[in-house]
């Protein structure tokens, strides 16, 4: 190749190569931006979700302050259950724990549970489940309140004896036509608290 031809192969070469990584730098902002605004809407989200059921002044960052743990006899989880802890200046307020699942009619329930430093329940909220439309999906809050009844309630005040539908003898009103779901929930809740009453103060 002579001289010029080389001169003519630069021409074109140099520019593509300048091109081609000038788009591999934007690129490469442009994904990072948006994993960025991705991982902030997540965080977003499931601080809203832990906030519906930790009420109570807290002013440390909740989302960051957690410890994970793997109880199978407490839990139906096959993971892990996230324990998000509340604190106010180093003290503790309480937990919210994230998924602890329930036995449903068809499949299991996604649950988010609140509960004060002192036991009682904050709240109680559905956040993903599988039941029949019109029956069992009645636990979702927005549904009907009959998740609402849990609040306020705890072992001190509810005797175990108690934490069943009324048909079972309980003292808690079952969906209608959701039997298998109300007694899902239902149970899900009661050993939650067992668990942190045995374990507070390891949790915090």
Same mark, same amino acid.
């Given at each position: 190749? !002579?001289? @010029?031809?080389?001169?003519?192969?630069?021409?074109?070469?140099?520019?593509?190569?300048? $091109?081609?990584?000038?788009?591999? *730098?934007?690129?490469?902002?442009?994904?990072?931006? @948006?994993?960025?605004?991705?991982?902030? &809407?997540?965080?977003?989200?499931?601080? +809203?979700?832990?906030?519906?059921?930790? =009420?109570? =002044?807290?002013? &440390?960052?909740?989302?960051?302050?957690?410890?994970? *743990?793997?109880?199978?006899?407490?839990?139906? %989880?096959?993971?892990? *259950?996230?324990?998000?802890?509340?604190?106010?200046? /180093?003290?503790?307020? +309480? *937990?919210?724990?994230?998924?602890?699942?329930?036995? +449903?009619?068809?499949?299991? #329930?996604?649950?988010?549970? /609140?509960?004060?430093?002192?036991?009682?329940?904050?709240?109680?909220? @559905? #956040?993903?489940? &599988?039941? @029949?439309?019109?029956?069992?999906?009645? #636990?979702?809050?927005?549904?009907?309140?009959?998740? %609402?009844?849990?609040?306020?309630?705890?072992? !001190?005040?509810? =005797?175990?004896?108690?934490?069943?539908?009324?048909? !079972?003898? +309980?003292?808690?009103?079952? $969906?209608?036509?959701?039997?298998?779901?109300?007694?899902?929930?239902?149970?899900?809740?009661?050993?939650? $608290?067992?668990?942190?009453?045995? %374990?507070? !103060?390891?949790?915090?």
């Amino acid at each position: 190749m !002579d001289k @010029t031809g080389l001169r003519s192969a630069r021409e074109i070469i140099i520019p593509l190569v300048l $091109l081609t990584l000038v788009c591999a *730098v934007l690129l490469y902002i442009s994904n990072k931006l @948006t994993q960025e605004k991705i991982t902030a &809407n997540a965080r977003e989200l499931q601080l +809203g979700i832990i906030n519906s059921v930790m =009420p109570l =002044p807290h002013n &440390n960052q909740l989302y960051d302050d957690f410890i994970e *743990v793997s109880e199978p006899g407490y839990f139906r %989880n096959a993971d892990t *259950v996230i324990v998000f802890r509340a604190r106010i200046n /180093g003290q503790p307020v +309480g *937990v919210a724990l994230l998924p602890v699942l329930a036995k +449903g009619y068809n499949g299991n #329930i996604q649950l988010i549970i /609140g509960i004060s430093f002192d036991g009682t329940l904050l709240a109680v909220r @559905t #956040i993903k489940h &599988n039941e @029949t439309e019109g029956l069992g999906d009645h #636990i979702d809050h927005n549904k009907s309140d009959w998740i %609402n009844r849990f609040s306020g309630l705890s072992l !001190d005040n509810t =005797p175990l004896e108690d934490w069943s539908v009324k048909s !079972d003898g +309980g003292n808690f009103d079952q $969906l209608s036509g959701a039997t298998i779901t109300s007694r899902g929930v239902i149970n899900a809740v009661r050993k939650s $608290l067992e668990y942190y009453k045995l %374990n507070r !103060d390891r949790l915090y």
